[in-house]
């Protein structure tokens, strides 16, 4: 599978307010040149977009090139960043009149739905969905619901960033017209304000992604039971604006508190990626962990840096192009992203094979619950049962009776005493760092046929989670039970291990009395040669003295 490496693109898109006297900088169609501090600063783009130009520009020179590599199977990501009132929000959602079949001041994300349907007419086997997500007071919710009146958080559903694919609302869309109401429920359930910078200033930032399902251009079916296809996703990102505590009050001044300190940890971030630093933190604030995969993942992303160009917003337009400049550092992986369908054949296999999974992990579990409640009930098992799985029932129910009868097992100095008179040859000593291994102690080892068999049985039931969304539940339940059998399994063999350990050491004990008995009688019998060797020359010595005395 092929991957390139390719950078974080950066444009900027200008806003001129009517008031505007005098503006905060010279630019051209690539660099902003900015004065500070009595020096000119100069940031470079990709491309800036002039305050006159128009959606459709923008859409063709930022979104078309990574709507067109979704649909090949890359992932891609365009995220709005700026101060509040610079135009963010107008640059992603854009204005859209329901009487037309389009209009000029459509923004990003109408005109990717619309390119996206327009390109894939005609084509079988293609799957769209939508989801809306808005962090608010660092809250994740779920925007993707129709006919909500009241606009309070309460009704919404809130969504854990780290289970965010299998709790989100992802609405399949048949139809460009279906996709475009979806969209504009989607906006109007996100929370706005009026501010002293803007009319309708966002109160949240907005992640709106079409996930796109198709089969891989120029493949054909890979089996009888699969078939080869694409899956991919496409990010707009419209961020809240940073703005000054002191130009709001009361639950704005909150909400404005939360934007800002999400902002900064989505620098820090940024500072990271940029740096190369081997670790990114990205759970400061959820933001960052829902952007992760754009800024440091797989995925063709793109920043739109939106500047007011009026001189009183010159330093949130500095900042705003410091920001970009470190941003236009990072380097992602981006890898096509392929995937299997399942024939239905396929499925009505896999939902036999679940059936049989069940019944299969409720008999290990009643096996499992058993041993431990009757461990002495493994001599009663029926004698047609696979002998394999009688061995590693009967280490279960041996291991188990270990912590509870502690008074069975003989001490190892009576079992030394019993054995050190009886004339054996000392056995070899083990190496330090391993366990002995002998014929005696390979029986545990037949206990993992079983464990085996459960992780085999653990991956079909993963590949039947995968294919069979509408048992998700069901499957998840069965994969926690198939988890604590497996579970059971390891304590038992760690159990076995345990007491091939003490067997170890009681042989290692035996051994080195034995080495010491040995040393002991190899001691006291050269203690009586040399007592008899002192006696006979006692009685040499006294034997010459008395003949001595016999002469004179």
Same mark, same amino acid.
């Given at each position: 599978?092929?991957?390139?490496? =390719?950078?974080?693109?950066?444009?900027? =898109?200008?806003?001129?307010?009517?008031?505007?006297?005098?503006?905060?900088?010279?630019?051209?169609?690539?660099?902003?040149?900015?004065?500070?501090?009595? #020096?000119q600063?100069?940031?470079?783009? @990709?491309?800036?977009?002039?305050?006159?130009?128009?959606?459709?520009?923008?859409?063709?020179?930022v979104?078309?090139? &990574?709507?067109?590599?979704? $649909?090949?199977?890359?992932n891609?990501?365009?995220?709005?960043?700026?101060?509040?009132?610079t135009?963010?929000?107008?640059?992603?959602?854009?204005?859209?009149?329901?009487?037309?079949?389009?209009?000029e001041?459509?923004?990003?994300?109408?005109?990717?739905?619309?390119? &996206?349907?327009?390109?894939l007419?005609?084509v079988?086997?293609?799957?769209?969905?939508?989801?809306?997500?808005?962090?608010?007071?660092?809250?994740?919710?779920?925007?993707?619901?129709?006919?909500?009146?009241?606009?309070?958080?309460?009704?919404?559903?809130?969504?854990?960033?780290? =289970?965010?694919?299998?709790?989100?609302?992802?609405? &399949?869309?048949?139809?460009?017209?279906?996709?475009?109401?979806?969209?504009?429920?989607?906006?109007?359930?996100?929370?706005?304000?009026?501010?002293?910078?803007?009319?309708?200033?966002?109160?949240?930032?907005? @992640?709106?992604?079409?996930?796109?399902?198709?089969?891989?251009?120029?493949?054909?079916?890979?089996?009888?039971?699969?078939?080869?296809?694409?899956?991919?996703?496409?990010?707009?990102?419209?961020?809240?604006?940073?703005?000054r505590?002191?130009?709001?009050?009361g639950?704005?001044?909150?909400?404005?508190?939360?934007?800002?300190?999400?902002?900064?940890?989505?620098?820090?971030v &940024?500072?990271?990626?940029?740096?190369?630093k081997?670790?990114?933190?990205?759970?400061?604030?959820?933001?960052?962990?829902?952007?992760?995969?754009s800024?440091?993942?797989?995925?063709?992303?793109?920043?739109?840096?939106?500047?007011?160009v009026?001189?009183?917003?010159?330093?949130?337009a500095?900042?705003?192009?410091?920001?970009?400049?470190?941003?236009?550092?990072?380097? $992602?992986?981006?890898?096509?992203?392929?995937?299997?369908?399942?024939?239905?054949?396929?499925?009505?296999?896999?939902?036999?094979?679940?059936?049989?999974?069940?019944?299969?992990?409720?008999?290990?579990?009643?096996? /499992?619950?058993?041993?431990?409640?009757?461990?002495?009930a493994?001599?009663?098992?029926?004698?047609?049962?696979?002998?394999?799985?009688?061995?590693?029932?009967?280490?279960?129910?041996? @291991?188990?009776?270990?912590?509870?009868?502690?008074?069975?097992?003989?001490?190892?100095?009576?079992?030394?005493?019993?054995?050190?008179n009886?004339?054996?040859?000392?056995?070899?000593?083990?190496?330090?760092?391993?366990?002995?291994?002998?014929?005696?102690?390979?029986?545990?080892?037949?206990?993992?046929?079983?464990?085996?068999?459960?992780?085999?049985? =653990?991956?079909?039931?993963?590949?039947?989670?995968?294919?069979?969304g509408?048992?998700?539940?069901?499957?998840? @339940?069965?994969?926690?039970?198939?988890?604590?059998?497996?579970?059971?399994?390891?304590?038992?063999?760690?159990?076995?291990?345990?007491?091939?350990?003490? /067997?170890?050491?009681?042989?290692?004990?035996l051994?080195?009395?034995?080495?010491? #008995?040995?040393?002991?009688?190899?001691?006291?019998?050269?203690?009586?040669?040399?007592?008899?060797?002192?006696?006979?020359?006692?009685?040499?010595?006294?034997?010459?003295?008395n003949?001595?005395?016999?002469?004179?």
């Amino acid at each position: 599978m092929q991957s390139a490496v =390719r950078n974080i693109k950066t444009y900027s =898109r200008l806003f001129k307010p009517k008031n505007c006297k005098i503006e905060c900088g010279q630019y051209n169609d690539s660099t902003i040149n900015i004065e500070h501090q009595g #020096k000119q600063r100069t940031f470079s783009f @990709v491309q800036v977009f002039q305050p006159d130009c128009s959606q459709a520009e923008i859409f063709d020179t930022v979104a078309l090139p &990574i709507v067109e590599r979704c $649909l090949e199977g890359e992932n891609g990501s365009i995220i709005a960043y700026g101060y509040t009132g610079t135009g963010k929000t107008h640059t992603i959602e854009g204005s859209w009149d329901h009487t037309k079949s389009f209009t000029e001041g459509a923004g990003l994300a109408r005109r990717c739905i619309s390119t &996206i349907f327009q390109k894939l007419a005609g084509v079988s086997g293609v799957e769209i969905r939508l989801s809306y997500v808005e962090i608010w007071m660092e809250q994740i919710f779920d925007t993707m619901l129709l006919n909500v009146k009241n606009k309070d958080k309460s009704n919404f559903q809130r969504v854990n960033v780290e =289970r965010l694919d299998s709790t989100l609302n992802k609405p &399949i869309c048949q139809a460009e017209e279906n996709a475009h109401i979806l969209y504009t429920n989607a906006c109007l359930n996100r929370t706005v304000k009026s501010t002293s910078h803007n009319m309708r200033s966002s109160r949240s930032h907005g @992640v709106f992604t079409i996930y796109i399902k198709r089969k891989a251009p120029g493949s054909s079916s890979s089996s009888d039971s699969s078939s080869l296809v694409v899956e991919s996703k496409l990010n707009l990102v419209d961020l809240a604006g940073a703005e000054r505590l002191s130009d709001s009050e009361g639950v704005t001044a909150e909400e404005a508190k939360k934007i800002n300190l999400s902002l900064i940890a989505l620098g820090k971030v &940024i500072d990271d990626l940029s740096e190369r630093k081997s670790f990114v933190n990205y759970r400061d604030s959820q933001l960052t962990q829902l952007l992760r995969d754009s800024l440091g993942g797989n995925s063709n992303t793109a920043l739109i840096a939106t500047l007011n160009v009026d001189m009183s917003r010159k330093d949130a337009a500095l900042r705003t192009c410091e920001f970009a400049a470190r941003v236009s550092g990072i380097k $992602l992986t981006v890898t096509r992203n392929y995937g299997t369908v399942l024939t239905k054949a396929a499925m009505d296999e896999l939902q036999v094979q679940l059936a049989k999974l069940k019944a299969e992990n409720e008999r290990l579990k009643k096996e /499992i619950s058993q041993l431990k409640s009757n461990p002495n009930a493994v001599g009663n098992q029926s004698t047609d049962t696979n002998s394999r799985e009688n061995s590693a029932r009967a280490i279960t129910s041996i @291991v188990e009776t270990l912590p509870t009868q502690p008074a069975q097992k003989t001490p190892v100095n009576l079992v030394v005493q019993q054995s050190v008179n009886e004339e054996l040859p000392p056995p070899p000593p083990p190496p330090e760092d391993e366990l002995p291994i002998d014929e005696e102690f390979e029986q545990p080892t037949q206990g993992f046929s079983l464990l085996d068999r459960i992780e085999a049985n =653990r991956a079909i039931l993963k590949q039947t989670s995968r294919a069979s969304g509408k048992n998700a539940t069901k499957i998840q @339940v069965l994969e926690d039970m198939i988890e604590e059998t497996r579970d059971g399994i390891e304590e038992i063999s760690w159990q076995i291990d345990v007491l091939h350990r003490q /067997i170890w050491d009681a042989d290692r004990q035996l051994y080195a009395l034995q080495q010491r #008995k040995t040393t002991r009688q190899l001691s006291n019998a050269s203690d009586d040669i040399v007592i008899s060797a002192m006696q006979d020359r006692e009685r040499s010595i006294l034997n010459g003295q008395n003949k001595d005395c016999t002469v004179m």
